[in-house]
Nanobody
Framework: QVQLVESGGGLVQAGGSLRFSCSAS??????MGWFRQAPGKEREFVTA????????YYTDSVKGRFTISRDNAKNTVYLQMNSLKPEDTAVYYC???????????????????WGQGTQVTVSS
């Protein structure tokens, strides 16, 4: 079965850093990345990377602070989060698109598989 296992998250002060990983088992994917959901808000795109092309995409609010990378041999993606802000506080969900589908997309409904979610809390 397909399983996405997330590691990372935690409580940090503003300006701090966190590193996430998301490991997939069972199959390969056209794209993997993260969405996040803050209390009372809808789930939003954060970042994703294509399996084949290495093309990476970021929401404007994290550009220059977050970096996504991949290791295709391990079916794993990594998210380095620097200069964290209180506004980054949310549950972060790893997500993957099915192999054969169009690569990176920007809405949750386009992603077939999801991790369990990890809490990021950034204090001011």
């Amino acid at each position: 079965q397909v399983q996405l296992v997330e590691s990372g998250g935690g409580l940090v002060q503003a300006g701090g850093s966190l590193r996430f990983s998301c490991s997939a088992s069972g199959r390969t994917f056209s794209a993997m990345g993260w969405f996040r959901q803050a209390p009372g808000k809808e789930r939003e795109f954060v970042t994703a990377i294509n399996y084949s092309s290495d093309a990476a995409y970021y929401t404007d609010s994290v550009k220059g602070r977050f970096t996504i990378s991949r290791d295709n041999a391990k079916n794993t993606v990594y998210l380095q989060m620097n200069s964290l802000k209180p506004e980054d506080t949310a549950v972060y969900y790893c997500a993957a698109r099915k192999w054969g589908d169009t690569a990176v997309q920007f809405t949750p409904d386009e992603y077939a598989y999801w991790g369990q979610g990890t809490q990021v809390t950034v204090s001011s």
